[in-house]
C-alpha cells in the first residue's frame, strides 16, 4: 500500500541545480543567496541535498567561501547548460508567441562596435526591422562577465575564458583582427620596408595595459624588449585614442583591426601580423542559452563578412 512522504530536498530540483550553479559563479554561499534572492540556509540546504542525491561531495568551504570540487565542476559543466535552457524557457517561449520584433542585448567593445560592426548593423536593419539592439560597451574583460550575469544576450571579445567561465560559458572565433603598427610618415620605421617587434624597442609605444587586444601581443612586444611603460609620456587603451596620441607625436602604436580596414592616410600604417599572429574575436554565448532567430541570422552575417578575412 502505497504511503504518503513529506517533500524533502532528497527530491532532485531546478532549484537545488541552480543553487549550486549560483554558487560556482559567486564564490559562497552567502553571496548566491543574495543573486538568487533567498536565505543563505536555504542555499546550503539546496547544495546539501545534492551531495546526499549524488553521494559526492561538491563543494568545499573555505575561509572567504566556497570552491568546486572536481565532482562539483563535473556536475556544473553537465547540468549548467540544462539550468540555463529552462531559466529562458519562458522568453522562449514569448518570442515564439510573438513571431515579430524581437529585443536584442550584445556586450563588446567600443572598437569592435564601432569599427567591426556598425556597417553590418544598418544592413542587417535592412533584413529584420523589427530588431532592435541595445549595446553594452564594455572592455574585453568585462564581456564575458556581462554573458555570464545575463546582462547580455551573447558578446564579441578576443578575451581567452577563465576556467570558471568555461563551465557557464562557450567562446567561438567568429572572425579575426590583423595587427597594425601606427606611425607618425616621417617616423624612422616607416623608412624600413621589413619591421621586426625588436625594432620598436627604441621608440616609446602609447598602448596602455589594457591597449591590447590579444595577450600573445604583449607577450611578443616583452619577449624582444619592446614594451616599456616607462618610457611613454601618455598612455591610452582604445584604437581612436592611439591613433590620436601617435598624431600628436607621443610615439608609435599598435592597433587590431578587421583586415580590410582602409589605412590611415595621415600616419604610416603597415601590417605586423606575420609576428603577431591574427587575433580571434570570440562569440561569448552562454551554455544551453537560446537566441531568437535575428540574433542568429546577425551572428551568420558578421561570421559570412568578415570570417573570411584572415
Known sequence: MPTSRTPTYKDLTLHQLRSLCETAHAGSFAAAATALEVSHPTVWKQVHALEKEFGVQLVETHRRGCQLTGAGRLLVEMAGPSVESILTLRERFLVALQQAGTHLTVALTPRTLVEDLASFIV??????????????ELSNQEVAVAVQERRADFGFSPTVLTEDQQRLLTAEPIYYLEVRLL????????RRRRIHPRDLRAYPLVNGPSAFASANIRTVLERYGAYQPEKCLAQVDYVASIRRFVELGFG??????????????????CSLSGHFGHVPINLIQRRGAFLPAPAEAFIKMVQQELGSGR
Open 252 to 269: 608609435i602604436g599598435l592597433i587590431s583591426v578587421v583586415p580590410t580596414a582602409a589605412y590611415d592616410s595621415h600616419l604610416h600604417e
Open 123 to 136: 544592413k542587417f536593419r535592412s533584413q529584420s526591422p523589427d530588431t532592435r539592439f541595445t549595446f553594452h
Open 183 to 190: 606611425a607618425p610618415k616621417d617616423h624612422p620605421l616607416a
